[in-house]
């Protein structure tokens, strides 16, 4: 998640402030803008139907593209490497940015569960529960990662000691399913769309949607000096992603075939993985909420990313937000 060196951190201020002197005194045009798991996943969806609908354009920015990325620090290198330096990232690569000294502020929640998390077996399995893991292994795809995050949570959740369960890292959730698959583990984590895809050959161990409470998985940054010199795109920005994400409320099935269209999805296992997401509330409007935040960063504390949690406020400048988002959500 973190940057790994102090240098790269400079090389990569040397690289914004480049394309900074390039834009900041011109007129937007048409822009690419960056988001985490792009296609993989549905953090994006919100930017999918916008684009499909135009929504950018009438919030005045064309947006033409989206740079994907696999997460972490690549998205927020992406973001800072780009002509328009706005991008929507997991929040925990967010804060890692900031603690190497880049100048990042969060400019609007994205979205705000892991209810697309699970942990399963196989069919055949023993396992029927958590509790039944004590003593067992499980497979999460890196140390610090989500998947770690979201399942230490549950098992939190459970008041199981965390310590009795071996995690193994598989290096991705196909991997884990692998090893699940050779004996190697009796459980692995999972995401959706994958989980759809394979739902026949697992069993479902623990799903974190209904167990785990909603949190800020992911947000939208952009650069202090694009903020103070081209607010208005940034607004617009905010504005259009917010239609997308009420249309989404308003019609998920029309939704979902924009983002198959967008992210190269077959439309049967987009419209399933959306109508998933409609209950908990995937996708926030924009505006952020303290408590949301501060759930994300106790998941964070318990691998390890952080140790206390974070200044928030130095962190955050809602001035880009429409009037009725402004406020704590």
Do not use: C
Request: net charge neutral; charged share 20%; aromatic share 4%.
């Amino acid at each position: 998640m973190a940057f790994k060196t102090r240098s790269h951190a400079r090389a990569l201020v040397g690289a914004l402030a480049f394309a900074a002197t390039s834009i900041l005194s011109g007129p937007a045009g048409a822009v690419e803008i960056s988001i985490t798991q792009w296609g993989a996943s549905l953090y994006g969806a919100p930017v999918a139907v916008a684009i499909e609908q135009g929504d950018f354009k009438k919030a005045g920015i064309d947006v033409t593209g989206v740079v994907g990325s696999g997460g972490g620090g690549t998205s927020v290198r992406n973001i800072l490497a780009s002509e328009v330096p706005y991008g929507e990232v997991a929040t925990a690569a967010a804060l890692a940015a900031a603690r190497q000294g880049l100048p990042v502020v969060l400019i609007h929640s994205g979205t705000r569960t892991v209810a697309e998390a699970s942990l399963v077996t196989m069919p055949n399995s023993e396992i029927k529960s958590l509790e039944d893991l004590v003593g067992k292994k499980v497979a999460i795809t890196s140390p610090k990662s989500t998947s770690e995050m979201v399942f230490l949570m549950e098992l939190a959740a459970k008041g199981i000691d965390a310590s009795k369960i071996q995690r193994i890292a598989s290096g991705g959730y196909t991997q884990g399913l692998t090893m699940l698959e050779q004996g190697a583990v009796s459980a692995a984590v999972l995401i959706e769309p994958l989980s759809i895809l394979r739902k026949d050959r697992y069993r479902t161990v623990i799903a974190a949607k209904g167990l785990l409470p909603a949190m800020t998985t992911s947000v939208g940054i952009t650069t202090r000096d694009f903020a103070k010199a081209k607010p208005e795109q940034l607004k617009a920005l905010i504005a259009g992603r917010r239609m997308g994400v009420q249309a989404i409320y308003r019609a998920p099935e029309a939704a979902s075939d924009m983002v198959a269209k967008q992210f190269n999805m077959d439309p049967g296992l987009a419209k399933v993985a959306m109508l998933n997401m409609i209950e908990p509330q995937m996708w926030s409007e924009g505006g952020f909420s303290t408590a949301e935040l501060n759930r994300i960063g106790e998941g964070l504390k318990l691998v390890g990313e952080i140790s206390a949690l974070p200044d928030w406020g130095a962190l955050i400048d809602r001035s880009f937000l429409p009037a009725d988002l402004k406020t704590d959500q």
